[in-house]
Nanobody, 123 residues
Framework: QVQLVESGGGSVQAGGSLRLSCAAS????????MAWFRQAPEKEREWVAF???????SLADSVKGRFTISKDNAKHTLSLQMNSLKPEDTAMYYC?????????????????WGQGTQVTVSS
C-alpha cells in the first residue's frame, strides 16, 4: 500500500524559506513520478512541481526560480525547497505520486496522495 507523509510546513514571513519533505513507502519509489500540489482556501488544488524517475524536473511558472524539487532515492524522500516565499504561496501543500509513465500537472492523474502540510506566509 502506497503511503505518503508530508512534513516541514509552518509559518514564515514573506521572503523566508521552508523545506517540505514527503516520506514515501509501499512501492518502488525510484520508478514513479512524484509531484507537489497546493490548495489555498476556496481555490482549486494546483500543481507546483514534479520530478520523474530520471530526475527531470518541472515547476509551475509561479514558483520557478524560487522553489526546487528533489528526491533522495536511498531515503525514499521527496523534497520541496521554497525560498523567497510570498503571501500568495500560503496553502496546504500535498505530495502525490503515480506509477510508470509521464508526469502530469493535473490532479486526476495521481492516484496516491499524502494528507498535506500547511504553509502560511505573512506579509
Amino acid at each position: 500500500q502506497v503511503q505518503l507523509v508530508e512534513s516541514g510546513g509552518g509559518s514564515v514571513q514573506a521572503g523566508g524559506s521552508l523545506r517540505l519533505s514527503c516520506a514515501a513507502s509501499g512501492y518502488t519509489y525510484s520508478s514513479y513520478c512524484m509531484a507537489w500540489f497546493r490548495q489555498a482556501p476556496e481555490k482549486e488544488r494546483e500543481w507546483v512541481a514534479f520530478i520523474d524517475d530520471d530526475g527531470r524536473t518541472s515547476l509551475a511558472d509561479s514558483v520557478k526560480g524560487r522553489f526546487t524539487i528533489s528526491k533522495d532515492n536511498a531515503k525514499h524522500t521527496l523534497s520541496l525547497q521554497m525560498n523567497s516565499l510570498k503571501p500568495e504561496d500560503t496553502a496546504m501543500y500535498y505530495c502525490a505520486t503515480r506509477d510508470l509513465g509521464s508526469c502530469y500537472t493535473i490532479t486526476n492523474r495521481y492516484p496516491y496522495w499524502g494528507q498535506g502540510t500547511q504553509v502560511t506566509v505573512s506579509s
